[in-house]
């Protein structure tokens, strides 16, 4: 049973969920639909309902060559896509129904990208328009695109409720795969500073384990002497370290901000190396001399 529901879910056969948002991530009943429509908290693909509006159509009717517009949409949007991270592809729906009218896909080849370009785009404007990126469950463009579109003329027109894909040209589909190469040089670059640094991490790691291996194989005077010889250096570190400071084992005077002025310095009276003397406070920019 469960493998049967699993190969139906979005499909025809589904009778609870709707397979037109399933496929192409929009419904021509919206929320009115008697079917579910499952909406991902997350994916690959994106989806900006009405990003594209072509220019109005002339006086008489006749529609505007909208070329130009379209390839300098297109550019623009792809530049700002690729600045969260590796787009795989970039469709842009010329269908006239309203719940796809205009719509953009951007899908991404990790769901991170996606998750950052949803949250940098939610409230932002475009050409006026108040941006509403969302999450959609398409995946595989080849099952939302119209055939008979494709292929000739589909028969239902730009009322068709399969995607009609803007063609783009070649010098965009370049740049387009130019983004993604970059992002892949840029990402493996990432990976390979990320293993030189565990293998250097390893190395020391290993050197370590070598010392400590040695010392438990070691006799209890060769143990002891080891011992010694740490505190001795130890020692010696922290005497070169007071001796350079000129503190004479005296912590050293922080500075707390305190009101009224930008500083104020905390600092000790008494003979330098006596070891005692009273905590006194400079309500001053500097303590007086």
């Known amino acids: 049973m469960a493998d049967h529901l699993s190969r139906i879910i979005g499909t025809e056969e589904d009778k609870i969920n709707c397979s037109f948002y399933y496929k192409i991530g929009a419904c021509r009943h919206g929320d009115r639909c008697s079917r579910t ?3 991902p908290l997350f994916s690959q693909t994106l989806l900006i ?6 220019p109005p159509p002339q006086p008489d009717g006749q529609p505007v060559d909208d070329t130009q517009a379209f390839e300098d949409f297109y ?5 700002e896509f690729l600045k969260f991270g590796e787009v795989e592809e970039i469709h842009v729906i010329e269908n006239l129904g309203d719940h796809m009218f205009g719509n953009l896909y951007v899908k991404y080849r990790h769901e991170d990208d996606a998750e950052k370009c949803l949250k940098a785009l939610s ?6 328009r108040l941006i509403m990126p969302e999450y959609s469950p398409v995946t595989d463009f080849r099952e939302a695109r119209c055939r008979q579109f494709e292929e000739s003329e589909c028969a239902r027109g730009g009322y068709c409720n399969f995607m009609h894909v803007e063609g783009v040209p070649r010098h965009l589909s370049r740049m387009l795969r130019k983004g993604r ?7 493996r670059s990432r990976s ?17 384990g070598k010392d400590d291996d040695n010392l438990r194989r070691a006799s209890s005077q060769e143990r002891r002497a080891k011992i010694a010889e740490w505190n001795k250096s130890k020692d010696g570190d922290s005497k070169s370290s007071s001796k350079s400071s000129g503190t004479n084992g005296q912590p050293p005077m ?15 009276s008494g003979a330098p190396g006596a070891g005692t003397g009273t905590l006194q406070t400079y309500t001053g920019m500097a303590p007086p001399k």
Do not use: C, N
């Not at 309902?49 to 072509?54: A, D, I, N, Q, S």
């Not at 550019?75 to 530049?79: M, R």
């Not at 390979?192 to 370590?208: A, C, E, Q, W």
């Not at 009101?259 to 104020?264: K, L, M, S």
């Open 37 to 39: 429509h499952l909406r």
């Open 49 to 54: 309902p009405h990003m594209y509006l072509p």
């Open 192 to 208: 390979r500073r990320r293993k030189r640094s565990r293998s250097g991490s390893r190395r020391r790691s290993r050197s370590r």
């Open 181 to 187: 190469k970059k992002k892949k040089r840029h990402s």
């Open 254 to 268: 922080p500075a707390v901000a305190g009101p009224g002025f930008p500083q104020f310095a905390l600092g000790y």
């Open 123 to 128: 409230g932002r404007y475009y050409a006026g």
């Open 75 to 79: 550019e623009e949007v792809t530049e």
